[in-house]
DNA sequence: GAGCACTGC
């Protein structure tokens, strides 16, 4: 045993040594629960080995990172004592460090994905852990469930281990079929937390900043760490920082991700004076600092959620949940006890979630939908995983995928196409493009594409004036801002990534150097794919076109030259990015559809990485999903009905051409429909027309033997396009008579049922006629001056006597006594009091 | 009118 291995046995992983191989030897599925510093990443593999329950078969070791998963491999190997790559190995993307020796093997979730699709059965493979599965990335779930399923099936031998660090583990027992939990000791030191006692509703920065001044002026030593949602708020934090009043000299440091890593670096070097580092999430899982020993958490992070329905991602700042809070504090305590100030009360702490949205609730699932179809899951919504997918989303992922041609819409099956896609390690848009790119002799170009958008934003948002210079350089065309992105790499690579000139280009040179990798990585997948071509001869159209196979979905149109807003397909809008070149052209389509909530929290819909679109191409490329239509318009300026050609893709109008009316009822539709969204008025929709439909409605109240049609909208409007017919003009339309036309949508034997059954008057027994008030809820009305009917007892009935009238009862000089449907009653029961009170007051009459 | 963090054959 080598010094190190001795020493790591002291971990307090160790003490589960002999749970762990009496349950792994009856099991074949484990939860382990160990915290930070207890060691599970390094020893757990090797308890395992050395116990033989692997059957000399490959231990895989998920991990989440790609930097982790090498210095973790690092690590096991010199406690072992062997080389790195022999019996202890990695194999991350771009580097492979293992051999048919390894046993012991690290390697990133998205690795083991792929892996399962060259070797379903993992014939190979004894074991699989998967590391910090709380983190629960898309990978690691759709990784785990692929392996239960398999075990449930061919590999019952393979043992699966999951290895969390959060305490709630209760769940992920469950799902896989109740097995057991063993829990470890954690070796961190105590981190006394406090939240606030009451809201305090200024910016996170500077309520941050006013804490970190409480601990400098408590005098307590130690780092401090403090959490923000991003690289503006963690600039406003260092500010309010500087502003302290204080007699100790600070080392004041950014971190996030998109930092030049020779910045990052800086948080490890040791300084003379008290660091105070300001960082956002990455500093949660990925980048440890040792030394800290206090945490000022904002308690907010920027988190990206997908929305299925509308394909749009929004990036906005949301409340940190419980199991993240936790992680941040714990960061206090690597070295020593730390304290941990929370910047929310404890009251709005117990309103947060405790654990982290699951990444397969919050992404596009496009991509693991293609590779679970591809391994022969039929049923995607009910695929047994940790967290089912969302159906909405699988449905969208599954209609993407059917737009992208992967997969056959009739039978759900993987395509010609699809196959050619599923080995590419690109989202099934940008393997599309690859696909179309083989047809047209430019796969190279579009695999660099491809590369250039893998990676994190590979232009950094500068305010250098040299790279605004060299922006504008590389902005020498107006047809697609991948043409942009293009220069600036292929400047970057002339320039050998070097960081100096690279930052004046306002370049990530690390990005750019990872593009690199990816481009030959992908040349080489499409070569093995049958995706090949590059013949010189191709044009600029022919790249274009390959993104419109890509990303017809997101084919938008601008609104007007004077704004760069947008109409998308799909019932969406958006605003071009004023950095776009494509601001010429009146179609496009954008790669990047993105919500963004600005500083005066608006949201606002963004579309980037544009590229010019040719009516003529969607002709030629999607000829089955445009749609030409003759549509009447009611032009509200010129208050006229218009007659246009439209031509649409989805419900996106593309073009449209005036022409002369040559469907006078169409016309005259759109006119009535704009009347019956109450746009315009027509003076004869009056009272008659009103009455004759509440007639027509009682009727068919009483007598549905009779048929009568329902005047509901679609009846309203079929007569009003009648009535309307033969004219564009409103100025004409106000003048039609519409009665008519409702009439005559009755049969004549109909029309005269409604004069017989519900007529304009009626009239009593002393041969008076009144006028019938018909109302569209309650008994048809007379108004009756009461001297005028005095001995009428028989109470009048329309509906051939169905109906009572409701005769309302009014005195000599109109003003209403009283109402009723029963006269022979009034005058028996209300009268003889109304009466005396009437006697007083009008002398006139004759009161019977 | 504008920017979290990871990650894959």
Redesign the pocket.
Known sequence: MTPLAHTARQLPVWALRDPLCAAWRQQNRLVVIAPTGSGKTTQVCQMLFEDGRAGGKQIIVLQ??????RSVAARVAAERGVQLGGEVGY????DDRASPETRILF?????L???L?DEPDLGSVGAILFDEFHER?L?SDVALGLAKQLQASRRPDLLLMVMSATLDAEPIAKYLSGCPILRSEGRSFPVEIRHLDAPDHRPPQEVAADEVERILVSGKPGDILVFM??????QQTLNAIRSIRSREPLTLLP?????PPEDQDRVFQSSSHRKVIV????A????TIDGVRFVVDSGV????RYDPALGI?A?R?EPISHASADQRAGRAGRTAPGECRRLWTFVNHKDRPKTNTP?IHR?DLA??VL?LRSLGVKDIVNFDLPDRMDPAAAQAALEMLERLGALDGATGGVTDIGRR???????PRY?RMLVEASNRGCVRTVALWAALV????MMV?SREESAKEMLELFQTNDNSDFFTLVRAFNWAKQHGFSLDACRRAGVHALTAANVEDTYE?LL??CE??GIRGEDARFSDDDLLKCVIAGFADHLARRVDKG??DCVVAGGRSG??????VVQKSDLLVAA?I?Q?????K?E?T?L?LASEVKLEWLRELLPGQLTEKVEHLYDRTQRRVACVRLLRYRDLILDHSHQNCTHPKEAAAALAREFLDDEIELPHWNHELEQWLARAALVAKHFPELELPAFDDAAKLECLSRALSGTLLYKEAKERPLLPAFRDYLTAVQRDFVNDLAPQAVTLANDKRFKLIYASDGPPAITVKLHEIFGVKEHPRLCDGKVAVLIHLAAPDGKRLASTQDLAGFWKADYPQLKRNALTKYKGVAWL
């Not at 971190?255 to 930092?259: I, K, M, V």
């Open positions: 989440p990172r790609r930097v982790a998963t194999l991350i993307r771009f390697m990133t979730e998205g690795v994905l792929r892996r699709q990335n990978f949602p991003g690289v503006w708020e963690i971190l996030y991700g998109e930092l960082a956002t999430n990455v949660e899982t990925s980048v992070a920027r988190i990206n991602s990036l700042i990444e992404t991509s693991v590779l896609m599923i080995r590419l390690p690109v989202h393997a893998s990676g994190r934003d948002r990585q080489d997948l093995k794919s704004t760069l605003t071009l990015m004023r950095e776009s990047e993105r963004i909530v600005t500083r005066d608006k606002l963004l980037g």
